[in-house]
């Protein structure tokens, strides 16, 4: 009876070193595949040299990872750069620096659903 607990707790903490490390893995190679999307459209659209200052960071709300970034010559809006799905979907959107609020005229903004990780 104890070979038989002994067993089952081994082999369920086997499969939970197991999970843990899949798990891990996944959100690296989530956050390396994000972050290549978002700086494949930067160098795309010539946007890698304005970029002033440039922040990385992962939402727990949604897990997804994002940069935060301000370009030269719109100094006064704080852009979000995020893929929509893993290799597939982006938008940069720009809010207000001051007040955090979306500036839908932003110099910078852009949406498409279909760009996708070449």
Known sequence: MAKKIL??????????????????????YQKSQNFKLIDQYLVEKNLKDKIIDEKSDYDQRKGIFYKELRFKGDEKNVYIAQ??????????????????????????NFFDEEYKLK
């Not at 369920?12 to 891990?24: D, E, Q, R, S």
């Not at 893929?83 to 500036?103: E, N, S, V």
């Open 7 to 28: 067993g089952f707790v081994l082999v369920a903490v086997i499969l939970f070193v197991l999970v843990a490390a899949g798990f891990f893995a996944y959100k690296g």
């Open 83 to 108: 893929p929509i799905h893993l290799k597939r979907g982006f938008f940069l959107q720009g809010f207000d620096a001051k007040t955090k609020k979306h500036d839908k005229k932003a110099k910078y």
